[in-house]
Nanobody, 122 residues
Framework: QVQLVESGGGLVQAGGSLRLSCVAS????????MGWFRQAPGKEREFVAA????????DYAESVKGRFTISRTNAKNTVYLQMNSLNPEDTAVYYC???????????????WGQGTQVTVSS
């Protein structure tokens, strides 16, 4: 089992920035690819970004490319999502997740955090 705990969400004005963190415990963190997903009210959970176990590969949804950056520090069992140039369409609950390999489909991820709310005001 892997336990994931997100933090760093909050209320920010359009154009602002936030940095989300996700701390893992349980099994060896560096064995897992990590992803960030988000879910807005009334919408399906959607892929945001993913990073391979060693950090050498990253993938992004088109909607966040150039604005969001995923990174990880295996020594701290932590994955980050730096979010810049936020807009109201980024408002959602953000979840981190762990998987054997990077992917864009939620079903590929085995472990999930409880989520952290990000609200962007116009």
């Amino acid at each position: 089992q892997v336990q994931l705990v997100e933090s760093g969400g909050g209320l920010v004005q359009a154009g602002g920035s936030l940095r989300l963190s996700c701390v893992a415990s349980g099994r060896t963190f560096s064995n897992y690819a990590m992803g960030w997903f988000r879910q807005a009210p009334g919408k399906e959970r959607e892929f945001v970004a993913a990073i391979s176990w060693g950090g050498g590969r990253t993938d992004y949804a088109e909607s966040v490319k150039g604005r969001f950056t995923i990174s990880r520090t295996n020594a701290k069992n932590t994955v980050y999502l730096q979010m810049n140039s936020l807009n109201p369409e980024d408002t959602a609950v953000y979840y981190c997740a762990a998987a054997a390999y990077t992917g864009v489909r939620p079903v590929k991820y085995d472990y999930w955090g409880q989520g952290t709310q990000v609200t962007v005001s116009s």
